[in-house]
């Protein structure tokens, strides 16, 4: 068989096995179900949300035997959060097929692997240092100059495990403080960027690899809040950022999606910030907006199916909604022409994740909104008063 077309090939009817049964976890599911797959979740949270899509296997994510059962009962397992631990993965990969492995987990766990993978792809990153004492940060932070960044190299995520210096006098605190999280430490300077742009791009076994439309994202406390699609930017430039995420899809031997989080200065150069070797909520736009949703295109690739088209149909804003937004959101629902904004010419599709308590902060949902040209978009954004205490 030859390489273009080589890879085991998961057909419609198997059983998928998802670590993880987070939102991620159930958007997959929804996708791959009506490609005619059964799924199989393992999350210790009661009725989480892809439990209530997919058979749910009740344990902790570190549950050995938990593990095995996932893997008896699955014909390709795939997760959907990085901080997989490693005994679990060791037994899935040798108890069931996991296309996706165990080194790309092992790189994006650990921001100084990933930044150094990142480097070999001929992709550049923020400059950063290795941090290993109070000595280090400071050596680091008085080179970089302030504000810089300090995080733990694992673990961390919406702004968790990281701590913004903004002066010398900081890094006392931030470093007693991260230090407690007992991993290494990395600094990175401090990017004065004009956009954050996303890239999901896509790869199989077979060695097909796409990639989606650029989106430019906007983070409010540090959070994901709108993907803007198409991005702000110039044409070019949008090309440039799809293919270094290609080009790290390629260099990783990514199977499935990789999230590729970028920097666009002002000057027009990208800078690779962060990966994540699965779904994003930054691709939740591609739902509605394109040919191929990011969660049909992974369960293609991880099934070594031929990868869909990445084609925009409709320029689209996902907007989240977190906990604090879900009580205002249900004042305004039921009203004819909330969802639908003929004025504007915005039509709002909206998902609900399923979790039971709303709380502040929390990704409950989002809108992906459609519209023929994003502004209408932001407008309706601000008209609805959904998220005026962002």
Known sequence: MSE???????????TIGILGGGQLGRMLTLAG????YRFVTLDPTEDAPCGQVADQIQANFDDVEAARRLAARSDVITYEF????ANVTNILMEESYVPQGSHLLYTTQHRLREKRAIEAAGVPVAPYAEITSEADLREAAERFGTPCVLKTATGGYDGKGQWVLRSLDEVHEAYETLSRAKTELVLEQFIHFDKELSVIAARSPRGEVK???AAENIHVHNILHESIVPARIPVPVQKAAEELAIRIAESLG???LIAVELFLTKDGQLYVNELAPRPHNSGHYTMEACRTSQFEQHVRAICNLPLGSTELITPVVMVNLLGEHIAPLHDRLAEPGFLENEDLGVSAKLHLYGKKEAKEKRKMGHFNLLTDDVAKALTWI?????????
């Open 82 to 85: 990085e901080n997989v631990d």
């Open 382 to 390: 601000e008209q609805t008063g959904i998220w005026e205490s962002k």
């Open 4 to 14: 273009a077309t080589s890879g085991k090939v998961i057909q419609p009817g198997g």
């Open 33 to 36: 179900r009506n490609m005619g």
């Open 211 to 213: 990639a989606f439309p």
């Open 254 to 256: 990514v199977i499935g």
